[in-house]
């Protein structure tokens, strides 16, 4: 059996010198700040914990990044942010000789990406390019798409900043840049020779190593990108169920998608978080219970302590490979904690 939720020593502000943030649901919804970010971001610096911004969205620049930060509170420069298109553009340039040209199947921030890597973005196969980069745009075309689909059928390198299939948008879902990745491969008839963004490990690595980090800490809201991406690059990670993944999400999750710690919020980052273990009636943490019994999880209350503890039943009871069923009324009570209360 195992559990992937431990006690950390100290608040985790404490243990950590770097938090490598996630943006779209873990500090922002959209265009609005997720409420208490900016002051508890501002707190955490104040505590010592340096922040680094990490995006899979290939499509604005760091400055652009940076710039939609401060303007909702949280003061950022482009330094501070690290983006996927960046981490495409760094592998591009491991393989390529300075100078090289890449077609870009994308926006002006995987453009000025390449561009800073001493490669040189083109917008045609017929510039003879050595590779192919693609990101998502919001304006990205069919002829770009095209020009795209031609470079590949002559076997170029084709490296993308992500594979997220679905983009959430004000108005909705919309198609992701995974979607388009999964249209040039239908065309093509092969995949990417390399993903760069969450939750593959080069773009959390890239900002680890930018940010000389030593003890860095992967916080995010989504266990499919934000999450896997910390178990793929061997970095502890903290869940916030401020965004796309919530309890139901959490108690389902396999190996590969568990967090280190979870909490409602980024006030999770001031905390220190116990650790669930067994006993003979189950698991505990803390002041929270919680069993599988009968195939049906259990718990005692809500709060923090108890979604923990339940994590840890339903994650051994799974790792077993016994299903586990959580009733309407254990999941509304677990999910108290996502509201946090």
């Given at each position: 059996m195992s559990s992937w939720l431990c006690a950390s020593p100290g608040p985790l502000v404490e243990v950590h010198d770097v938090a490598l943030l996630d943006l779209d649901g873990t500090v922002h919804r959209g265009g609005v700040a997720v409420p208490g970010a900016p002051a508890l971001l501002a707190a955490a610096r104040h505590r010592?914990?340096?922040?680094?911004?990490?995006?899979?969205?290939?499509?604005?620049?760091?400055?652009?990044?940076?710039?939609?930060?401060?303007?909702?509170?949280?003061?950022?420069?482009?330094?501070?942010?690290?983006?996927?298109a960046q981490a495409a553009a760094g592998l591009l340039a491991e393989r390529l000789a300075v100078g090289s040209r890449v077609l870009v199947v994308g926006g002006d921030g995987l453009r000025a990406a390449v561009a800073?890597?001493?490669?040189v973005p083109v917008r045609s196969a017929a510039d003879e390019p050595a590779a192919v980069v693609q990101g998502w745009s919001p304006d990205l075309a069919w002829a770009s798409l095209a020009e795209g689909a031609y470079a590949l059928a002559a076997g170029l390198p084709w490296v993308v900043s992500n594979t997220d299939r679905t983009l959430p948008t004000a108005r909705g879902i919309a198609p992701g840049n995974g979607s388009f990745v999964?249209?040039?491969?239908?065309?093509?008839g092969r995949r990417p020779d390399a993903v760069a963004g969450k939750p593959q490990p080069p773009l959390l690595l890239r900002a680890?190593?930018?940010?000389?980090?030593?003890?860095?800490?992967?916080?995010?809201?989504?266990?499919?990108?934000?999450?896997?991406?910390?178990?793929?690059?061997?970095?502890?990670?903290?869940?916030?169920?401020?965004?796309?993944?919530?309890?139901?999400?959490?108690?389902a999750a396999g190996p590969a998608q568990r967090p280190t710690y979870v909490a409602a919020d980024l006030s999770g980052l001031f905390e220190r978080h116990d650790g669930p273990v067994v006993d003979r009636d189950g698991w505990v943490c803390d002041e929270g219970r919680a069993r599988v019994h009968e195939g049906r999880l259990d718990v005692?209350?809500?709060?923090?302590?108890?979604?923990?503890?339940a994590c840890a039943a339903a994650w051994s009871a799974q790792d077993a490979g016994h299903p586990v069923e959580v009733p309407p009324g254990v999941l509304a009570?677990?999910?108290?904690?996502?509201?946090g209360r």
């Open positions: 010592g914990l340096r922040l680094s911004f990490v995006t899979n969205n290939a499509s604005r620049t760091p400055a652009d990044v940076a710039g939609q930060l401060t303007a909702l509170g949280v003061a950022a420069t482009a330094a501070d942010v690290v983006t996927a800073e890597e001493g490669l999964d249209l040039l491969a239908a065309t093509v680890a190593a930018r940010t000389a980090a030593v003890h860095p800490l992967v916080v995010g809201d989504r266990l499919d990108t934000d999450i896997e991406g910390a178990v793929a690059s061997g970095m502890p990670s903290l869940l916030v169920l401020t965004g796309v993944s919530g309890v139901a999400d959490l108690l005692d209350r809500a709060g923090p302590d108890a979604l923990r503890a009570l677990l999910a108290m904690t996502r509201r």
